[in-house]
């Protein structure tokens, strides 16, 4: 079953715009962690912001933040003021606690945003 | 600087053949991970190991195989019973607890 869904597979904004990307994950644990990633065209894999199950408020890193809706089991990232440089494939992750599956990460499909001039 | 080295970046084979993978980090992490990533999709776990000497298999291990004899050296073989290994291949390390995944920049394997 896909514990990580990206529903939108290309999104596009304008400079200096703000951008939400969509994830929603699916699991039974009451621990677990939220990551999300960048990955520029070069390929390297770039961690942005983590959101753990029981942060009360919502992960922010600079121009990123994680609008974190656990009953919706939803964790969106929003990056604001949009760069050129921004454009990139973006994935969602979610990290189970389950002593058996060693702390797997799960990947979502992944969005592609492009920042347009 | 502490980080993930993968070697090369890319790599060409000819079908039928085996062919390893070198990941090695500075980082001190105790997991290591491998993941395989195609056009269009996420990334999918093709072996990971919490400590050294010891391994498990991920989602896609058929036609794989790694070691874990030393801490910073996570090696992966991709087999020729691996039936469409071009792909590109990431390794990654963390330290337990709610720590991200680090990743390395990648090898693009190519088999023709």
């Known amino acids: 079953a896909q514990k990580i869904t990206q529903t939108q597979p290309g999104m596009f904004v304008q400079e200096k715009e703000a951008v939400t990307l969509d994830c929603t994950y699916d699991?039974?644990?009451?621990?677990?962690?939220l990551f999300w990633y960048k990955q520029p065209s070069s390929g390297e894999m770039i961690f942005l912001i983590y959101?753990?199950?029981?942060?009360?408020q919502n992960a922010t890193e600079g121009r990123y933040s994680l609008n974190f809706q656990k009953a919706r089991k939803s964790a969106n990232l929003v990056i604001s003021a949009s760069q050129l440089g921004d454009s990139a494939m973006y994935f969602c992750a979610m990290r189970d606690n389950a002593q058996n599956t060693g702390n797997q990460f799960y990947f979502g499909t992944g969005t592609s945003l492009t920042v347009i001039p | 600087d502490g980080g993930i080295t993968q070697s090369p970046k890319y790599l060409f084979r000819k079908e039928g053949q085996n062919v390893t993978l070198s990941c090695e980090q500075n980082l001190n992490h105790d997991a290591m991970y491998w993941y395989r990533q195609d056009p269009g999709q996420g990334l999918r776990l093709i072996y990971y190991s919490q400590i050294v000497n010891d391994f498990q298999k991920g989602d896609i291990a058929e036609g794989y195989s790694v070691s874990r004899e030393k801490k910073e050296s996570f090696p992966l073989t991709v087999t020729s019973a691996q039936k469409n290994p071009t792909a590109f291949y990431l390794c990654?390390?963390?330290?337990?607890?709610?720590?991200?995944?680090?990743f390395g920049n990648g090898t693009r394997l190519t088999v023709t």
């Open positions: 959101q753990g199950s029981y942060d009360e």
């Open positions: 699991t039974s644990d009451q621990s677990y962690g």
């Open positions: 990654a390390s963390r330290v337990q607890g709610n720590s991200p995944l680090h």
